[in-house]
């Protein structure tokens, strides 16, 4: 078996003692699962657009609507919400009373015009609001890979200091692939021995920070992690 002696920057001791403590072997943050790697996810829905024919095979919950054809990022989740969003747009107030397609279909409506009209489909729904070409489509679930992480932890907190460049962010922890015989797991047990043994002897005048497992100071008669800020004076 071979030695070698590694220098570790203070960043790189910190997490390899977090990722030891953890994630030992059956660890909470593990999530069931054996060397886990987690990964931050944003959502990134596939449109599938609208056709009576298919209309059937679809969730009718999952239906969305864009009247601004410029801006297909708009999607709204109901018909009802489209027409108020349509002229609201407008800074205008609809004349007539908005009611949702599944309430008015096959039934004789009054229109903008006070016309009575026949609504048989969504078409015909949305030309009586006065609007027309309404674009709709099914909204298919979909999540991105963004970020991956040794350690759950960091991709908790990475959701939150990026939350401004992601949309509904969630942390999917994965297993390395059944059968993998590859480089993975011997990395991951590697990384994971070096944290063990740093936890097991610390440096007998250092103090490590319960919270984050950062370095402690002594100030002001006070103890505070220079990592997280956790401080014994509170």
Not at 8 to 24: I, P, S, V
Not at 26 to 44: E, F, G, M, R
Not at 77 to 97: G, L, M, Q, T
Not at 102 to 130: C, H, P, T
Request: proline residues 4%; glycine residues 6%.
């Amino acid at each position: 078996m071979a030695e070698i002696t590694v220098n570790l920057t203070e960043e790189q001791e910190r997490f390899l003692k977090m990722f030891a403590r953890n994630h030992y072997p059956n660890a909470k943050d593990n999530l069931c699962t054996s060397q886990p790697i987690h990964v931050v996810q944003s959502y990134d829905p596939h449109y599938v657009p609208y056709s009576e024919d298919t209309a059937e095979y679809y969730d009718s919950d999952d239906l969305r609507f864009c009247w601004d054809h410029n801006d297909y990022s708009l999607w709204l989740k109901s018909d009802i919400e489209a027409i108020k969003s349509f002229y609201d747009y407008r800074d205008e107030i609809c004349p007539i009373p908005i009611k949702p397609f599944s309430q008015v279909e096959s039934k004789d409506i009054n229109d903008l015009s006070g016309n009575e009209v026949y609504i048989l489909n969504y078409d015909d729904y949305f030309m009586a609001y006065g609007i027309e070409n309404m674009t709709m489509a099914w909204e298919r679930e979909e999540w991105k890979d963004i970020a991956y992480f040794f350690i759950l932890e960091e991709a908790r907190k990475y959701t939150k200091y990026q939350s401004h460049n992601l949309k509904k962010p969630r942390t999917y922890t994965l297993h390395c692939g059944y059968g993998n015989v590859g480089e993975y797991h011997h990395f991951w047990e590697l990384l994971f021995g070096i944290g063990k043994r740093l936890n097991d002897n610390p440096k007998a005048e250092e103090a490590i920070c319960k919270e984050c497992g950062g370095k402690i100071v002594h100030a002001s008669g006070c103890q505070h992690c220079i990592v997280c800020g956790a401080s014994s004076c509170g």
